[in-house]
């Protein structure tokens, strides 16, 4: 089945504490995106990477890092989580940046920071 | 930079009811426009797009937008709300590459939440 898969689904840590959220999609697609979801701020994009090794920020990158080494995986990470980054983060992607308008998504990963 | 807005964070209607929701965008030339859905506790899901050609598009489960370049609206409908289209409905745009835009980017409205009474 084709899907973007996001661990973990639900996460508790404390201020400071790194994290890693793991982002894997078998669809063989090109572009990858993450955003995160507040209320009524709808979705933010973090970072997105057109490609392996292509990565660039999105509209609010300030505490995150992403890495693309391979096509399927896109993992986001916060090295000193703090309680603003408290949200609901989704992962997405499609077949080429030409296309990202057509994205998947994951089932997405509520994080708390307290 | 491209903007979106969405009338309304909350719209109300009752089974077997019209479904309008309003979707407004900034750019003076043209986006690529599109409509996601969200399902409770899972993740978003394309249900349409405009690009080029014809300006009404029919998507999935029924629903279906107009583009109207000179209202700026990319409206979303469906003429017969059912309970299972009970959701928050997101439009979204990019830029036209046709106008020299990049259209890896995509930008969110904030969203509208479509309840459906019975």
């Known amino acids: 089945e084709a899907q973007v898969t996001q661990n973990p689904r639900y996460l508790i840590t404390v201020t400071g504490k790194k994290l890693t959220v793991t982002c894997s999609q078998n669809m063989n697609h090109e572009y990858m995106s993450w955003y995160r979801q507040d209320p009524g701020l709808g979705l933010r994009q973090i970072y997105y990477?057109?490609?392996?090794?292509?990565?660039d920020k999105g509209d609010v990158p300030e505490g995150y890092k992403v890495s693309r080494k391979e096509k399927r995986n896109f993992p986001l990470i916060l090295e000193s989580p703090s309680p603003n980054q408290t949200s609901l983060y989704f992962c997405a992607s499609s077949l080429s940046f030409g296309l990202a308008g057509e994205q998947y998504f994951g089932p997405g990963t509520r994080l708390t920071v307290t | 930079a491209q903007s979106v807005t969405q009338l309304g964070s909350h719209v109300s209607v009752s089974e077997g009811a019209l479904v309008l929701l309003r979707c407004n965008y900034s750019?003076?030339?043209?986006?690529?426009l599109f409509w996601y859905v969200q399902y409770p506790n899972q993740g978003l899901q394309l249900l349409l797009k405009y690009t080029t050609g014809a300006t009404l598009v029919k998507g999935i489960n029924g629903f279906e937008a107009e583009f109207k370049k000179s209202e700026t609206s990319f409206h979303l409908t469906k003429p017969s709300a059912h309970m299972s289209d009970a959701a928050e409905y997101f439009c979204?745009?990019?830029?036209?590459?046709?106008?020299?835009?990049?259209?890896?980017?995509?930008?969110f409205g904030k969203g509208t939440l479509l309840t459906v009474n019975p």
């Open positions: 979204a745009v990019s830029d036209n590459p046709n106008s020299g835009g990049s259209n890896y980017k995509l930008t």
């Open positions: 750019s003076s030339v043209p986006p690529y």
């Open positions: 990477s057109m490609n392996v090794e292509v990565t």
